[in-house]
């Protein structure tokens, strides 16, 4: 939208709301963007103020690069070949970060702003960035408008199934009346997320236009498990079967043209749906993804995190009780000595000098750089895992189910949205809406593992 006081954008979902009230949320001060719910990127350039404001989405589907070359020039895209281009066009020399693919190494997913390129940082998720410009220069701020700190008090278990199935409701009939006579595309895995999605659907009564579609690349226990979940959910629906050699070279063309985009590495890939769907279903532009609900459903290696806060507030009974759960419902395959030293490390870390000497010897068995500079990433791991090691004990678990929500989850729904957006198709993810990770993070973790150990 475009005015003689500024402009506004937008790059994502922005349910139940229009370009006029957002306005009236936007004059004047910032306040009014506290509660920013979206699936999206909102720019607002305020020419008589000469501010530009970006802010990006709960969590993070849609990224947000920044370069501050002062005082000549700030880029900011949520593409980062775009970014590159820019820079390139200003002269602006982009060099190799080597510390981020080691924060990845150690973390397992990127914590800081960083990126493949010194100099070109990130807005995390629920956060934005003011850009003043004041006598030929800028100056900018950073600042949080959520934080994924758990508030209020929590639900009981029965009281946040409610909360949760009705938030999703309400949001699918939102985004179905929102391209109300299209037709929106689902796609179904078989597994836990997608398959309760579908049935979820499938009950929203603005959701009439709906399409289930399945790619299965050479699994026919979860083509079996489409089928069962669909005979269920009753809906029209699409079936394609691919082998892994039909599929292999352009795949890996797929995932080199994904980190040119998004600029930093990711923990796991699963990626290759994302690679077929959009490809295969371009007729529809809208869908519908059922990614990531195993963070908001102790999922993951959330049950690590939960044995910790058993042990971590004495609650020892439980503990041998979990553990012998974890022991009968092994989902993981993982050594049950493992998952025992876990817990012991996850304890002792708190503590800080003995978590500096860890991240020591880390770097000194993986770089092969002076030891000087080995001395100070090791420093600089250890304060960036504060967070994660010294969160209050009484909260421990929801403080790094918000800590993981913010800096890991995202990265599944991130890859979703850039394939598909590159096809031109449009993708709302019910699972990582602000509401529903709200509910998550007030739901007492018992209710996830016990008694089956994990998303119980």
Not at 379 to 398: F, G
Request: charged share 25%; glycine share 6%; aromatic share 12%.
């Amino acid at each position: 939208m475009n005015s003689e006081n500024g402009i506004i954008l937008l790059h994502g979902v922005f349910l139940e709301e229009t370009l006029y009230t957002i306005v009236e949320r936007v004059t004047g001060d910032f306040e009014g963007l506290r509660d920013h719910y979206h699936q999206g990127v909102l720019a607002v350039i305020n020419v008589k103020k000469e501010t530009i404001t970006v802010v990006r989405d709960p969590l993070s589907m849609r990224p947000v690069f920044f370069l501050l070359d002062s005082p000549r020039a700030i880029v900011l895209s949520t593409d980062m070949e775009l970014l590159k281009s820019v820079a390139e066009a200003l002269k602006i020399n982009l060099e190799r970060d080597l510390v981020t693919p080691f924060e990845m190494l150690v973390f397992h997913h990127i914590v800081s702003r960083r990126t493949a390129y010194k100099g070109v940082l990130r807005l995390l998720p629920g956060e934005y960035v003011v850009v003043t410009f004041r006598g030929g220069s800028f100056e900018h701020k950073l600042d949080t408008y959520w934080d994924f700190s758990p508030t209020g008090t929590m639900y009981s278990g029965r009281e946040a199934v409610r909360l949760f199935i009705r938030s999703l409701v309400d949001h699918l009939n939102k985004y179905c009346r929102e391209v109300k006579g299209l037709e929106i595309g689902i796609p179904v895995s078989g597994g836990i997320d997608s398959s309760l999605l579908l049935l979820l659907v499938s009950k929203a009564e603005e959701c009439r236009h709906i399409h289930a579609i399945y790619v299965n690349v050479e699994n026919p226990y979860e083509l079996k498990l489409f089928k069962h979940v669909n005979a269920r959910a009753k809906v029209p629906n699409e079936l394609y079967v691919f082998t892994v050699t039909q599929i292999k070279q352009s795949y890996f063309q797929f995932i080199y043209e994904l980190l040119r985009l998004i600029a930093y590495p990711r923990d796991r890939d699963a990626s290759l749906p994302y690679y077929i769907t959009p490809r295969i279903a371009e007729s529809r532009r809208f869908t519908i993804g059922g990614d990531d609900g195993d963070s908001i459903s102790g999922g993951y290696d959330l049950y690590k995190v939960f044995a910790a806060h058993l042990a971590l507030n004495r609650r020892f009974l439980e503990l041998a009780r979990f553990l012998k759960v974890l022991k009968r419902f092994n989902y993981e395959r993982e050594k049950y000595s493992s998952l025992l030293l876990n817990v012991v490390l996850q304890v002792l870390l708190r503590w800080r000098p003995l978590r500096y000497l860890y991240y020591r010897a880390l770097t000194d068995k993986c770089l092969q750089v002076g030891r000087r500079l080995r001395g100070l990433i090791a420093h600089y791991l250890t304060e960036l895992s504060r967070p994660y090691y010294e969160a209050p004990t009484n909260r421990y678990y929801h403080v790094l189910l918000g800590r993981l929500l913010r800096h890991r989850s995202y990265y599944l729904a991130l890859t979703r949205v850039k394939a598909e957006e590159s096809r031109g198709m449009i993708t709302f993810e019910p699972y990582a809406l602000r509401e529903v990770m709200e509910i998550s993070l007030r739901t007492p973790p018992e209710y996830f593992f016990f008694p089956l150990g994990s998303r119980a």
